[in-house]
């Protein structure tokens, strides 16, 4: 098997698609070898920490501009050696600069069916809108909110759902499952965009894709 690729991880909260990599790929395909976090305090940051996984806190305010903190945390990750960088519930929006220093990749996690409902409250904006499918998408990151090249999608019936908390725990095992998929046919080096349409990724049929998950 080749070298397990390096990738950072960012994250802001909860942490629980860290814990998924952690538990799946990291050590396998993939090493973390970085975890950046938005904010002090975080379950992450203890998720991180309990696997011996470097982190540091980029706040916002403890820098003088947004471009200053994408500065100095791409920075950490290039001298750390991430490949990949990866949002898992990263609740910052990330400039051009630090874009450009990751050219193989920067993908995100999106709790749903993009391009609809992208940005803040996505479940929340898809229950006000009264729809039956909900789902979750996995894709690289461009200068926009939510916008870049799909890379997986997984959709789930839920044509009773009320709350938004019960829509997000019906989701994330479907985010749980994508995260590391994507990571592995990233890693396994399965990703190319469509020369007939570069939005569109396609996934090399030899790579191990596994299933429901
Ligand atoms: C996930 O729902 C993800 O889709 C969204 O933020 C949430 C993060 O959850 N972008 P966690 O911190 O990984 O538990």
Same mark, same amino acid.
């Given at each position: @098997?080749?070298?397990?690729?390096?990738?950072?991880?960012?994250?802001? !909260?909860? !942490?629980?698609?860290? *814990?998924?990599?952690?538990d799946t790929v990291h050590g396998r395909e993939a090493k973390i070898v970085a975890v950046a976090s938005s904010a002090a305090g975080v379950a992450a940051?203890?998720?991180?920490?309990?696997?011996d996984v470097p982190t540091r806190v980029f706040a916002r305010g403890d820098f003088e501009s947004r471009a200053?903190?994408?500065?100095? @945390?791409?920075?950490?990750?290039? *001298?750390? /050696?991430?490949?990949? =960088?990866?949002?898992? &519930?990263? @609740?910052?929006?990330?400039? %051009?600069? +630090?874009l450009e220093r990751f050219p193989a990749g920067v993908i995100n996690v999106h709790p749903s069916l993009l391009p609809a409902f992208p &940005?803040?409250?996505?479940?929340? *904006?898809?229950?006000?809108? &009264? =729809?039956? =499918? +909900? /789902? =979750?998408?996995?894709? +690289?990151? %461009? !200068? &926009?909110? %939510?916008? !870049?090249?799909?890379?997986l999608q997984r959709a789930l019936e839920l044509p009773d759902a009320r709350e938004p908390t019960e829509v997000l725990a019906a989701l994330r095992p479907l985010e749980h499952?994508?995260?590391p998929q994507v990571v592995r046919l990233f890693a396994d080096g399965a990703l190319a965009p469509d020369p007939g349409n570069p939005r569109r990724m396609l996934i090399d049929p030899q790579a191990h894709v596994v299933g429901e998950g």
């Open positions: @098997m080749s070298e397990p690729l390096p990738i950072a991880v960012l994250v802001s !909260g909860t !942490g629980t698609n860290l *814990q998924a990599l952690l940051l203890d998720r991180a920490a309990a696997r200053a903190r994408d500065e100095t @945390m791409a920075a950490w990750l290039e *001298q750390r /050696g991430a490949r990949l =960088v990866v949002l898992a &519930g990263y @609740m910052e929006l990330l400039g %051009d600069s +630090f &940005g803040l409250g996505a479940i929340e *904006q898809a229950l006000a809108y &009264g =729809v039956k =499918v +909900f /789902g =979750v998408t996995v894709h +690289f990151v %461009d !200068g &926009g909110v %939510d916008t !870049g090249p799909v890379i499952a994508l995260l």
